[in-house]
Structures are given as structure tokens and as C-alpha cells.
């Protein structure tokens, strides 16, 4: 409970956070998928499954020509994230924690082909990406912003996953970016999760050309260095930065005129539980991380999923052999002391070349193998 109640307090002390947010949920199907929730998803033990790639906060990612901007902050660590299987040509349902009016800006969705697979795929590299659909200004909608739409619509998003893509695993991006203060030089707030998909079905098209970093320039004066004021009052067209919507992308679904407010309501959740396998059936994998392990059990109506207002717990009411594998993720504590990283500040990981220590009251723990976070003691 400690940890639970600092970490409110940071989010209470670290600014207007209200306004900022990311994705909670990915609904296929009617069934909710749950994304890394930073506030309260590393202070739970075991650590989660979520669908995503782990984010450090609400805030955005700042700098849009750096590794940060592929999969947000966080290190764009691709292993542990559970992958949901879709056809291609369905329908998924993107759903913020909240999306608040003054981060005015457009709503945008990219894919890319995981190669050879999502749990050694990172995207910043190359140009991989491809546009699956984008909301940028439109003055004959109301709200005329994307992101002011998706807000008003209950903060969520729906896109269809392109019907002709070759079947296999992607990476789906979906971003907002808040354009409130970009009439400076890096003042446009991009906020980016990625989620692990595996597509099924399809055509045999292999759209790519989105270089992410690479697509936005911080001097882009159509996109990003832009003031919001300007195209609200018709003196300038807007161009949303990282190119058109791919040509055989899906028609856009946010078509209403007027934005309907329609709440999202969890019923079904995908399972949580890390590591958890169908021994009996799964193969054994010569790789620590296996992605197919998380959809076994999607079809399993009888597993319940019981959410409180701060811990999660899912309970398997299968009579099946099913066994659940607790995760042996270590906890590594330091000694603190008058040097080493800040509260709540990375201290370690794969590629990390900062302090592997923290400031006097905070012990540096295991997030995951590419990202160490100072906690409180
Ligand atoms: C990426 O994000 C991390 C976490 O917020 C931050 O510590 C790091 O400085 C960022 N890297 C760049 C190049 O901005
Ligand atoms: C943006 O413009 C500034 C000033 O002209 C320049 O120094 C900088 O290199 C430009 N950045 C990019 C990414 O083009």
C-alpha cells in the first residue's frame, strides 16, 4: 500500500497531468485486453501480462528524433508483452485512460511488420511503419481535432486492422499529438503506445516506408511546429506529420459528424497473468519468450477476472490442469546513498548507461530486463 499511496502522491504533484493519458484497453471483439498501466501495473506482484509495450508515465514523449518517440518512454522493451490475435480486416476498439480538451491535435495509427517476430522487434530503426488511419483537422466535424474527438466520443479510437496485409506479427502504433504549445521548437507532445498483434488471414500486401524516429521533423511548419490557434481560426491548413494513410488502408470508422459520447465499459477481460501456459498443449520454446502463450486461454469463458480499485487479480476457475507459472522476475536492491538516479528514475536495464543506484530512501527495481525504476524504500 505504500507504494501505491506515493505513487498517487507523484501523480498528484507531477503538473497538469489531467490532461495527459494512454491507452488502457484494446477491445477485440468485446473482449478487453489490459495495456501497461504505469501508475499502478509495476508496483503489483507478480508483474502483469498487458498487450503493449511498457510506458514510463502519462507525459509525453519529448523530442521527436530520439528512440523514445517508437514506442513512447520506457525503453520499447518487447519482451513479456502478451500478443492479441486478430483477422485482418477487424475491427479493434483503442481505449484511453482519459484524453483531456486542451491537448488539442491529431489522432493517428501506423503498423509494422514485426521482423522476425514482435519479441525481437523494436521499430526504430529502418523504415518500417505504414499509416492505417489519422484524424488531423477536419473544420467540418465537431469537435473539428482528432484527439478533441476522441475525447468527446468517451477517449477512445476504433481502426480496422488492413484487410489485404500478409498475415503475421505487427506492431500497432496509435498516437495523439498534442499540438497546445507546439508553436515552439519541440513543444509538440506526441503521445505513442505500441501494441503486439498477430494477424491472421490477409492478402500478401507488405506495405512499409514510415521511418520512426525519422518521419517527424521538430521544424515541420504543416505538422508539428504549429500554432493551434491559427488552424482553428482557418488561417492555416494542417497537415498531420508521418504522410497519408496508407492507399489500401481500411475507410476510416470516426465518420459521424458530430462526436457521440458512448462510454467504454469493460465486460471480458483477456487473462493477466504473466508466464501462465496450457502445459498439457503448449510447446516448449527454446526462446524465454513465447507468444503464442497468451492466447490460449482467450476462448476459456469460465476464467473470471476480478478488478478492485488497486490490485487486479485474476482467478482461473478452469478444472483443466492449467498451471500458472509466477513469474521469477527479481527484485534488486541497492544501497542507496548520496549519489545514483532520482525517484522514480531509471536505474538499469539492457542499453541503460546511467546510475545503477538510487538517492538515499529509494532501492532500484526490476521493471523489466531493459528498464530498472528507483522506488521507495
Ligand atoms: C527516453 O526516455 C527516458 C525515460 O523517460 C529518458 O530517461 C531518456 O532520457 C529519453 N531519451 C531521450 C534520447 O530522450
Ligand atoms: C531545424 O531548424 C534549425 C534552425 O534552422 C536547424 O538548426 C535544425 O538542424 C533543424 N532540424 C532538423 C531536424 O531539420
Not at 502522491?9 to 507531477?14: E, Q
Not at 514510415?210 to 504549429?226: R, S
Not at 492555416?236 to 470516426?254: D, N, R
Request: hydrophobic content about 30%; aromatic content about 10%; charged content about 10%.
Amino acid at each position: 500500500m505504500h507504494f501505491y499511496f506515493s505513487a498517487t502522491v507523484a501523480f498528484a504533484l507531477s503538473g497538469s497531468v489531467s490532461a495527459h493519458g494512454f491507452l488502457k484497453y484494446v477491445d477485440h471483439k468485446g473482449l478487453s485486453y489490459g495495456l501497461w498501466q504505469p501508475y499502478s501495473d509495476p508496483y503489483l506482484s507478480p508483474i502483469p501480462l498487458r498487450y503493449d509495450r511498457t510506458i514510463l508515465d502519462n507525459g509525453p514523449v519529448v523530442g521527436m528524433t530520439g528512440p523514445n518517440i517508437t514506442c513512447n518512454n520506457g525503453g520499447n522493451n518487447p519482451l513479456n508483452v502478451g500478443t492479441i490475435e486478430v483477422a485482418a480486416g477487424d475491427t479493434l476498439r483503442l481505449v484511453w485512460d482519459q484524453w483531456g480538451s486542451s491537448h488539442s491535435g491529431p489522432v493517428m495509427t501506423y503498423m509494422a511488420k514485426c521482423t522476425p517476430n514482435c519479441a525481437s522487434f523494436k521499430g526504430d530503426s529502418g523504415s518500417p511503419w505504414f499509416k492505417i488511419d489519422q484524424f488531423g483537422y477536419d473544420a467540418a466535424k465537431t469537435p473539428p481535432w482528432g484527439s478533441d474527438y476522441l475525447a468527446r466520443q468517451g477517449a477512445w479510437w476504433k481502426v480496422t486492422v488492413p484487410p489485404t496485409i500478409a498475415a503475421g506479427e505487427y506492431l500497432l502504433r496509435h498516437e495523439i499529438l498534442g499540438l497546445h504549445v507546439a508553436q515552439d521548437v519541440n513543444g509538440a507532445q506526441f503521445y505513442p503506445s505500441c501494441v503486439h498483434l498477430k494477424v491472421t488471414g490477409g492478402g500478401s500486401d507488405a506495405p512499409s516506408g514510415v521511418a520512426l524516429p525519422g518521419a517527424y521533423n521538430p521544424n515541420d511548419t504543416d505538422g508539428i511546429l504549429v500554432s493551434l490557434y491559427q488552424i482553428n481560426q482557418g488561417q492555416k491548413i494542417y497537415t498531420a506529420p508521418g504522410g497519408p494513410v496508407w492507399s489500401k488502408a481500411a475507410p476510416a470508422l470516426q465518420t459521424a459528424v458530430t462526436a457521440t459520447s458512448e462510454a467504454y465499459n469493460p465486460t471480458s477481460y483477456a487473462p493477466s497473468v504473466r508466464g501462465a501456459t496450457t502445459t498439457t498443449t503448449s510447446p516448449v520454446t527454446t526462446s524465454p519468450v513465447t507468444t503464442t502463450r497468451t492466447t490460449t486461454t482467450l476462448s476459456t469463458t469460465t476464467r473470471t477476472t476480478t478488478t478492485s480499485s488497486s490490485t487486479r487479480t485474476t482467478t482461473a476457475s478452469t478444472t483443466s490442469s492449467r498451471t500458472t507459472t509466477t513469474s521469477s522476475r527479481t527484485t534488486t536492491t541497492s544501497a542507496g546513498g548520496g549519489t545514483g538516479a532520482g525517484a522514480w528514475a531509471q536505474c538499469g536495464g539492457i542499453g541503460s548507461t546511467g546510475p545503477t543506484s538510487c538517492i538515499s530512501g529509494y532501492k532500484c527495481v526490476v521493471l523489466n530486463d531493459y528498464y530498472s525504476q528507483c522506488q521507495p524504500v
